[in-house]
C-alpha cells in the first residue's frame, strides 16, 4: 500500500497539470501580492491625510483576504479534481491496472495507496498555498490577521488541507464506477453546485430567506467543500470573535460559520467516500 502511495506521489508531480497548477498558483501570488501592496499603499495616503479609516481598513482587508483564501482553495479543487480523477478509471482504460491486480496485493491496497499518494502531496501543496497567502497579509495587510492566534493557524491549515481531500474522495468513488471524462464532468459539478449552494445560504442569512440558507446547507451536505472554506475564513479571520465582522459580509464574508459538527461530517464523509470506494472497486469486474 505505501509503495502505491509513494509511486502515486511522485507519478503525480511527474503530470502536466501539476506543473501548470504550480505555474498558475505563482502568478496568483504575484498578482496578489501586487494588489495588496497597492491597497497598502493607499490605505497609507489615507492615514497620512489625516483620516481615521480602522473600520474600513478592517473590511477592506478581510474582503482581501477572504478573496486570496477562496482563490487559493478553487486552485486546490482543479488540482484535486484533475489530478485524481482518473487515479482508477483511466489507468483500467490503459490495462496499467490489469497487471498490478494480478499481484499479490488486495485491492483496498490499491485505492487505500492511491488516496494517500494523492492525499499527501495536495496537502503538501496547499500548505503552500494557505502559507502563501497568510505570509503576504501578515506583510501588507496584518489588520485582517489581527485574532489569528497560533492555534487558529494551526487550526485552519487542517481544514484548508480537509477541502481538497474532500474532492479527492468524491473523485475517486467517480473513478471507480464510470470512465475518466464522464467521473470529471460528475465531480466538477458536484465542486460547482456547492460553490452556488455556499452563495445561496449567504445571500439567505443576509436578507433572512429561511428556504436560501436550507438550500445551502442541504448542498453543503451533498458536497461540503464550500462549507469548509467558510469554516476556514472563520478561523483565520476571526469572525467569530470579530466585531466589525458583520461589516464585512460581502461575496467573499461569512454570515454565520459553519458549526464544528460540520468538520466532524467531513471527515465521516471523506472515509465514506474512500469505503464506497474500495467497495466499488472491489466489485468491478476486471
Known sequence: MFNIARLTF???????????????SLAFLLLYGIALHFTAQEIVRMKAMGQSQLMIQQVVGNQI???GLYFASFLLALLALLASVGSIASEIENGLLHAIVSKPIKRREIVLGKFIGYGSMLAAYAMILYGGILG???????ISLTFLSPARTIYGALIFILQPLVLLSVAMVCST?????????ISTILFGLAMVGGFLEQIGNLVGKTTLVNIGIATSLVMPSDALFRKLLSVVAGS???PLSSLSLGPFGVAVPPSNAMLVYTCLYI???????????NQKDL
Open 240 to 242: 467569530d470573535v470579530n
Open 177 to 185: 464506477l464510470v470512465r475518466t471524462l464522464t467521473a470529471g464532468i
Open 136 to 142: 503576504l497579509n501578515w506583510y501588507y495587510n496584518a
Open 10 to 24: 511522485w507519478e503525480v508531480t511527474r503530470k502536466k497539470v501539476f506543473l501548470v497548477t504550480i505555474l498558475l
Open 65 to 67: 483576504l477572504g478573496a
Open 271 to 281: 472515509l465514506g467516500g474512500i469505503g464506497l470506494a474500495i467497495y466499488n472497486f
